[in-house]
T-cell receptor
Framework: AQKVTQAQTEISVVEKEDVTLDCVYETRDTTYYLFWYKQPPSGELVFLIRRNSFDEQNEISGRYSWNFQKSTSSFNFTITASQVVDSAVYFCALGSGNTGKLIFGQGTTLQVKP | EAEVAQSPRYKITEKSQAVAFWCDPISGHATLYWYRQILGQGPELLVQFQDESVVDDSQLPKDRFSAERLKGVDSTLKIQPAELGDSAMYLC??????????FGPGTRLTVL
């Protein structure tokens, strides 16, 4: 069965702190994709990153970085020097390589206080 | 930048009434998805279309929900009759193939 676990329900940090959001997944597929989406209070899901199962290279985009480790089935997301605008719900999702169907985690609510 | 359009953004209805949601995907995207997101949870797939054909509707409550994408472009999701438990955000997403999905703003449904 496919499953995504985001163990952190809520995280609260003070602006400029670094914060890491954890994501652990389960799948039997050999080809799959991993995603992070941001959902601000307006409700729209904003795409942040996609990784495929054959690419374990970590990625950095500005203040965002992602650590993909197949050995531990984890795809963690770090925000460096957090800002108030980063406050949102963040979802990790697992995509089937065969159908594209996404399985989402329960989400982590990040609150960044000024 | 092209976006997925959804309407209405908000819908309040009474139990047992019929409701319909509309989605217009990004032009050229063959795959269209409808998700339901209950408050405090992650989205769950209801139905997936490839052009006008249904690829996956295994989680769609077919006794009351229906979805169509007649010309392989825009899509309609209908609930009849609505129940209290249907209150949720209904999200539409589109994808050029089976990879990155781009989401619309969603329709927030409240059933009274």
């Amino acid at each position: 069965a496919q499953k995504v676990t985001q163990a952190q329900t809520e995280i609260s940090v003070v602006e400029k702190e670094d914060v890491t959001l954890d994501c652990v997944y389960e799948t039997r597929d050999t080809t799959y994709y991993l995603f992070w989406y941001k959902q601000p209070p307006s409700g729209e899901l904003v795409f942040l990153i996609r990784r495929n199962s054959f690419d374990e290279q970590n990625e950095i985009s500005g203040r965002y970085s992602w650590n993909f480790q197949k050995s531990t089935s984890s795809f963690n997301f770090t925000i460096t020097a957090s800002q108030v605008v980063d406050s949102a719900v963040y979802f990790c999702a697992l995509g089937s390589g065969n159908t594209g169907k996404l399985i989402f985690g329960q989400g982590t609510t990040l609150q960044v206080k000024p | 930048e092209a976006e997925v359009a959804q309407s209405p953004r908000y819908k309040i209805t009474e139990k047992s009434q019929a409701v319909a949601f509309w989605c217009d995907p990004i032009s050229g995207h063959a795959t269209l998805y409808w998700y339901r997101q209950i408050l405090g949870q992650g989205p769950e797939l209801l139905v997936q279309f490839q052009d006008e054909s249904v690829v996956d509707d295994s989680q769609l409550p077919k006794d009351r929900f229906s979805a169509e994408r007649l010309k392989g472009v825009d899509s309609t999701l209908k609930i009849q009759p609505a129940e209290l438990g249907d209150s949720a955000m209904y999200l539409c997403a589109s994808s050029p193939s089976w990879d990155t999905q781009y989401f619309g703003p969603g329709t927030r449904l409240t059933v009274l």
